[in-house]
């Protein structure tokens, strides 16, 4: 089993994390809150693992996705009559 | 003044304020910009929190027009503990959750201290991995390299917005929440945390939640793509 004697030194490799659990963490990695040996953990096994590596992009195109969603404009006439009230706080 | 586009005229008002106590300041001395800045900037993504909130989008606009009235009210008050911004998303989720209970569809999220969302297991995807074994917790199927355009690419289809908005949508309320300030509003985890009075590991738990219900609707939106190619 060439496929499994590959996956075996992989997962040494790999620093004994496993894709379950990279995934898990990846929100933590990306806020940059990961302690540092499980900051180097995840990044070794990113290194040997490149499922872990493609779903972390898919991760990173998701927010990237939600970031660049458009954003309502806000109508004319809800700004005129928002500006108008506001004309009519600074009078009282 | 109102003629011009708001993005515009938000980016050249913005050189006017230094930072923000200038900015509070101006509001307070009754500078129209400064004011036509500040909804200019916030509205769209006050309005996509309330829709968070309350089940119908004239609701959801009344929730942001409260808030500006609770902006104006207080903002004699204000003594910038928390930055502008946040005080403002604080006042809107406390309109909101009260208009949500009268709409009586809110569900309350009071469990700040534990992970309860009232969300199933379905966010995960424990079938990806292997059960058992040496390999045990590794990929069963590695998944696929997505094109770096994938975003781009994604949102010019009006199919596929209206897709990805269906998924924040269709997220438990809290998720849906923590994901729209979070990476729709680009806030950071302080931020959100602020704003929605949940803890830090909370509201990650959150977060990686909402994500991976998105992450699993683009993928099915590019497998449905590339087999109809």
Known sequence: MVNDLKGQVMHLMAGSMTCREVVDLIAEYLDGNLAFFDRVRFQIHLGFCKGCRNYLNQMKYTIRTLGQLPTEPMPDDVRDELLKRFRNWKKE | MQEEDPQQSALSSQLKWNDEQELVAALRTGDEAAFGFLIDTYYGALLRLAMAYVPSRAVAEEVVQETWQGVLE???????????????????????KTRGKRESRYE???????????????????????????????????????????????????ECRALIQQAIEALPPVQRQVITLRDINEMNSKEVCNILEITETNQRVLLHRARTRVRKIIEQQLNEQSARS
Not at chain 2, 125 to 136: H, I, K, L, V, Y
């Open chain 2, 74 to 96: 207080g903002l004699a008050r204000f003594e910038g503990r928390s930055s502008l911004k946040t005080w403002m998303f604080r006042i809107l989720t406390n309109r909101a």
């Open chain 2, 108 to 158: 309350s999220l009071d469990s700040g201290d534990g992970n309860s969302d009232g969300d199933d297991t379905s966010w995960n995807e424990p079938d990806r991995f292997r059960q058992s074994g040496t390999f045990a917790g590794h990929w069963l199927t590695l998944p696929s390299m997505w094109d770096e355009q994938t975003p781009e690419k994604l949102l010019l289809s009006k």
